[in-house]
């Protein structure tokens, strides 16, 4: 559809369209949530823990399959963008599967699974980037086994972080929104089409912090996180 949009339209009023979209998709699928959706129970340890008890839970599920129909829908699809949108909805039902499943998953299932699929993103990385690492101007090349492990340990304690802030939802979607935008401002020509996915990721963010902020209905659960 991007191709089509690109006839009539600038990349910037295809980018905009695409927020709306995304915005809109997100707040309908939260407004009408799935029936199938599990329900908080409390957690002990969590902030707050009591009080997310009976709100509907994993509704990351929600907002990240609506940012992967806007991607498909409002970016330019290559190859490389195609396998991390596979490997995002793969991290994202990792974590669904876990929020619905009646016997919570062990830190080390998730971890290995996280693992995995941290390893698969970097490979995916490196097949079609160089290991160049960019500190303000300046480049500099690193050996491709120690870019490797530094980026699959980055990424893998990434996503753990991630996943312990659940309990903090908005927090953690407010910060990820403030973010993202920024290196979208900051950023435009080194990310290129990338910017579009980071507009269109801080609009389903956005969307979900309509229903997140108190008093909050949803949780996004592993499954955003």
């Avoid at 910037?12 to 908080?40: C, E, R, W, Y």
């Avoid at 969307?207 to 997140?212: G, I, K, R, S, T």
């Amino acid at each position: 559809m991007y191709y089509i949009l690109n006839q009539i339209m600038n990349p910037n009023q295809i980018a905009m369209i695409g927020v709306l979209v995304a915005f809109i998709l997100t707040f309908l699928g939260l407004k009408f949530p799935f029936s199938f959706l599990p329900v908080d129970h409390g957690r002990e340890f969590a902030v707050n823990g009591a009080l997310s008890k009976g709100k509907t839970r994993g509704v990351g599920l929600t907002f990240v399959c609506s940012f992967i129909i806007s991607c498909v829908l409002f970016m330019p699809m290559d190859k490389e963008y195609i396998i991390y949108c596979i490997l995002l909805f793969a991290m994202m039902l990792s974590g669904y599967l876990d929020d619905a499943a009646k016997t919570p998953w062990s830190d080390y299932k998730k971890g290995a699974i996280d693992l995995v699929l941290s390893i698969m993103t970097v490979v995916t990385f490196l097949n079609f980037n160089p290991s160049v690492l960019h500190i303000g101007s300046a480049k500099f090349a690193l050996p491709m086994p120690v870019y490797f492990i530094l980026a699959i340990i980055l990424l893998w304690v990434s996503i753990n972080v991630t996943n312990c802030s659940d309990g903090v939802d908005g927090l953690c979607g407010s910060l990820c929104c403030v973010v993202i935008a920024a290196f979208a401002v900051l950023f435009p020509q080194a990310l290129g089409n990338y910017v579009i996915a980071a507009l269109l990721f801080a609009a389903t963010l956005l969307a979900y912090l309509c229903f997140n902020s108190k008093p909050s209905t949803m949780l996004m659960g592993d499954a955003g996180s």
